[in-house]
């Protein structure tokens, strides 16, 4: 089996920062893609932000300047630094990753089960 395990959420007044970890366990050979996406009450799924394993990272318009995503390769850890914070930032944020198993040739998409950042006064 292969885990991904969140952390960091919560409560931050607006203006505020807040960091989300999130790490990969289990039956694991190597991640490409790992990422962070975002859903708001009523709205669909959004990608906030992606890194690949050499570094490569790309941000929705929305939360460029403002957002940071890096990883740790040794760790399986994706991280997302999160600064300037504003109410339409809140939302139930996922973790997902692109895991080669170990003895498996193929490709599998995890995701994390989600971690609530209320941005509010």
């Known amino acids: 089996q292969v885990q991904l395990v969140e952390s960091g959420g919560g409560s931050v007044q607006p203006g505020g920062s807040l960091s989300l970890s999130c790490a990969a366990s289990?039956?694991?050979?190597?991640?490409?893609?790992m990422g962070w996406s975002r859903q708001a009450p009523g709205s669909p799924r959004d990608l906030v932000a992606t890194?690949?394993?050499?570094?490569?990272?790309n941000y929705a318009d929305s939360v460029k300047g403002r957002f940071t995503i890096s990883r740790d390769n040794a760790k399986n850890t994706v991280y997302l630094q999160m600064s300037s914070l504003k109410p339409e930032d809140t939302a139930v944020y996922y973790c997902?990753?692109?895991?080669?198993?170990?003895?498996?040739?193929?490709?599998?998409?995890?995701w994390g089960q989600g971690t609530q950042v209320t941005v509010s006064s």
């Open positions: 890194i690949n394993r050499s570094g490569t990272t």
């Open positions: 997902t990753a692109d895991v080669l198993r170990i003895g498996d040739p193929s490709w599998y998409d995890y």
């Open positions: 289990g039956s694991i050979f190597s991640i490409n893609i």
